[in-house]
């Protein structure tokens, strides 16, 4: 099953009618949503590049959340948190996901509540890879936490408030050939008891740490 948006549906709808498995395409444009998006089933989206199609939202929480029972993927798409409210950009939580050449901008945190911020956050058990995207504006470009245990490979994580990509909790997986720099602390931050394996990353420009280890990280 495949669905285009804007041939009858919005993005909201097309994402409700499609059987579980289904590719939806999304041509150039912005894609403005009426509240956050939970994606809960087995989907593709697929835009015509992060310069041109753009799924926009200015309310709390998140952008988009993924929370699937199989694989979820997502290319050639801009994800965006807009105004001053706070809330992450992408949020996953369960499933296999895949981000190819995708941007995360605009994630703001609230720092009294400690919550919102990141532009991909990772948590709870998702798997999954991360390639060649982009996270920049954000508190933290990519979060990774609980038992995630993600590869992000040929990603650039610059200009965030905090990290370029940050590990807490136990998560793990592989970072390999990102890019960090010209974040406002470090490059790449690696918490607790966190055991990611770092590979032939570049990081310059941070203001801190371009590689940072705290706790009982390794």
């Given at each position: 099953?495949?669905?285009?948006?804007?041939?009858?549906?919005?993005?909201?709808?097309?994402?409700?009618?499609?059987?579980?498995?289904?590719?939806?395409?999304?041509?150039?444009?912005?894609?403005?949503?009426?509240?956050?998006?939970?994606?809960?089933?087995?989907?593709?989206?697929?835009?015509?590049?992060?310069?041109?199609?753009?799924i926009v939202c200015d309310k709390e929480g998140w952008v988009m959340m993924v929370s699937v029972d199989g694989v979820f993927s997502?290319?050639?798409?801009?994800?965006?948190?807009?105004?001053?409210?706070?809330?992450?950009v992408v949020q996953a939580n369960k499933g296999e996901i895949s981000f190819v050449r995708c941007l995360f901008t605009g994630g703001?945190?609230?720092?009294?509540?400690?919550?919102?911020?990141?532009?991909?956050?990772?948590?709870?058990?998702?798997?999954?890879?991360?390639?060649?995207?982009?996270?920049?504006?954000?508190?933290?470009?990519?979060?990774?936490?609980?038992?995630a245990q993600p590869a992000l490979e040929g990603n650039t994580c610059s200009k965030n408030k905090v990290a370029g990509i940050a590990?807490?909790?136990?998560?793990?997986?592989?970072?390999?050939?990102?890019?960090?720099?010209?974040?406002?602390?470090?490059?790449?931050?690696?918490?607790?008891?966190?055991?990611?394996?770092?590979?032939?990353?570049?990081?310059?420009?941070?203001?801190?740490?371009?590689?940072?280890?705290?706790?009982?990280?390794?």
């Amino acid at each position: 099953m495949s669905l285009k948006v804007g041939d009858r549906y919005t993005l909201e709808e097309a994402i409700q009618v499609a059987l579980p498995g289904a590719t939806i395409y999304l041509k150039a444009g912005i894609y403005p949503l009426s509240r956050p998006l939970t994606v809960d089933k087995p989907l593709t989206l697929i835009g015509e590049g992060m310069e041109s199609t753009r799924i926009v939202c200015d309310k709390e929480g998140w952008v988009m959340m993924v929370s699937v029972d199989g694989v979820f993927s997502a290319k050639d798409i801009a994800f965006v948190h807009e105004g001053e409210r706070w809330g992450d950009v992408v949020q996953a939580n369960k499933g296999e996901i895949s981000f190819v050449r995708c941007l995360f901008t605009g994630g703001v945190r609230d720092e009294a509540n400690r919550r919102g911020g990141d532009g991909l956050w990772l948590y709870g058990t998702v798997r999954g890879k991360i390639i060649d995207c982009q996270a920049t504006g954000n508190a933290t470009g990519i979060r990774v936490s609980e038992n995630a245990q993600p590869a992000l490979e040929g990603n650039t994580c610059s200009k965030n408030k905090v990290a370029g990509i940050a590990y807490f909790g136990n998560s793990s997986g592989i970072a390999r050939k990102n890019i960090c720099n010209e974040n406002e602390v470090d490059g790449i931050y690696v918490d607790k008891q966190a055991q990611p394996t770092l590979e032939s990353n570049t990081c310059s420009k941070n203001k801190v740490a371009g590689i940072a280890y705290g706790g009982n990280s390794s």
